[in-house]
Nanobody, 123 residues
């Protein structure tokens, strides 16, 4: 089974930066897309950014475009999310996700989910 483990969350002031990491391991490392969703209290899960397994194609939610950057390390089966110019509304639990299919903004298309890492943006 594919396992996803996130790290890098924490508390940061508005305007600050964080870099999230996700390591994929286990059997069935045949995913075609990997990325990040987030969920804040009282809100539905929001697709933030996804990238193809090769790292050649990526997309971003409008809410983070221009501020967040997703990258891949195929040799390490890892994905990263560089988050800059953080805002209080970015506060959420960020989940690493992977799909055997292609890039998608729908949570239903992702079969594998990490436990999440908390990101809190506050003064």
């Amino acid at each position: 089974q594919l396992q996803l483990v996130e790290s890098g969350g924490g508390l940061v002031q508005p305007g600050g930066s964080l870099r999230l990491s996700c390591a994929a391991s286990g059997k069935g490392l045949d995913y075609n897309a990997i990325g990040w969703f987030r969920q804040a209290p009282g809100k539905e899960r929001e697709g933030i950014s996804c990238i193809s397994a090769s790292g050649s194609n990526a997309n971003y939610a409008d809410s983070v475009q221009g501020r967040f950057t997703i990258t891949r390390d195929t040799a390490k089966n890892a994905v990263y999310l560089q988050m800059n110019s953080l805002k209080p509304e970015d506060t959420a639990v960020y989940h690493c996700v992977a799909s055997p299919g292609g890039l998608s903004t729908s949570s239903d298309d992702y079969a594998y989910w990490g436990q999440g890492t908390q990101v809190t943006v506050s003064s």
